[in-house]
């Protein structure tokens, strides 16, 4: 009698081209992996993949199989998770977890998320550690400027961030449209960066300047809102987000300088291909992709 198991295994192995990377994505071991494989091609009577060097290539039959099964256990498992959602149960609303950084959740997510009867356990990192425990299954998607080949993580794109030069409301410069006296006069002001290494101000220069920036942060300051708050109170000047710095601006607490020269900086949305029809995720992506 096959085990339902064993297609769920094929699947994926037919969608990795790989058992090692299937059975990460399944959290099996590879040999659990093989014994599925085998024991459904013996039940079959005929081989499913040729194995050739790192590489599983579907035979005839392995594409005939895939074709019929993979609508009727997709259908199966979403008729699954459907009853799960809808279900009354402890009255509690589902849980999903989203991983992110803290200040593109605060607040360009937040107001995007809030009206859904869903139940959120956030965590926050930078892109590689959030890649990380996506693909070790500890959150269900990411948020992230990061679009990185990965085997069964697919990406949607939500976004571009754009990126101005923000300072103190008592920062003048005479420098004009001249890029030379613009760079200069950068030069010359104390900075305040998200890391060491000038995330998204080395960019900035290489957008504008064509070359790394030449100069060391005054201030390391690994959150954009303390950024933003440092500038508030005359630490320095730095790169940031629009959406970060809307209120400041109103409120005349900080201004922008050269609004021509932004860089952007795309933000994605990431998740398990095979959570891709999970109704609950797929109701946080249309959330996650409205306009604000």
């Not at 990377?21 to 091609?41: D, N």
């Not at 900075?191 to 064509?210: A, N, Q, T, V």
């Not at 030449?214 to 790169?239: A, K, Y």
Request: with cysteine.
């Amino acid at each position: 009698m096959i085990d339902f198991e064993w297609y769920r295994s094929f699947i994926s192995i037919y969608k990795h081209r790989s058992v090692s990377a299937a059975a990460k994505a399944r959290i099996l071991t590879q040999p659990a992996m093989s014994q599925h494989l085998a024991a459904l091609e013996a039940e079959i009577g005929e081989p499913l993949f040729i194995r050739a060097p790192r590489k599983m290539i579907p035979t005839d039959k392995g594409k005939e199989l895939y074709t019929k099964i993979v609508p009727l256990i997709e259908n199966l498992e979403n008729t699954t998770l459907e009853m799960l959602h809808s279900s009354s149960g402890n009255g509690r609303a589902p849980v999903i977890r989203i991983g992110s950084p803290v200040e593109y959740f605060t607040i360009r997510t937040l107001p995007k998320i809030r009206d859904l009867n869903i139940r959120f356990l956030s965590q926050f990192g930078v892109a590689g550690t959030l890649l990380e425990k996506l693909e070790k299954d500890e959150v269900d998607l990411i948020l992230t400027t990061q679009k990185m080949q990965q085997q069964g993580i697919e990406y949607q794109k939500l976004e571009d961030e754009v990126f101005v030069a923000v300072v103190p409301p008592s920062y003048e410069t005479s420098a004009g449209n001249d890029a030379v006296e613009i760079e200069r006069w950068l030069n010359k002001q104390n900075w305040l960066s998200y890391g060491l290494e000038l995330p998204i101000i080395r960019r900035y220069w290489r957008d504008h300047f064509k070359k790394r920036p030449d100069f060391q942060p005054c201030h390391v300051i690994p959150d954009l809102r303390s950024v933003l708050e440092g500038i508030e109170n005359g630490l320095g000047m730095s790169i940031l987000p629009t959406y970060l710095v809307e209120k400041s601006l109103q409120e005349n607490r900080v201004k922008v300088l050269f609004p021509e020269l932004t860089t952007e900086n795309t933000i994605y949305v990431a998740y398990k291909v095979e959570q891709k029809n999970n109704p609950v995720l797929v109701k946080v992506l249309e959330a996650l992709k409205r306009k604000n």
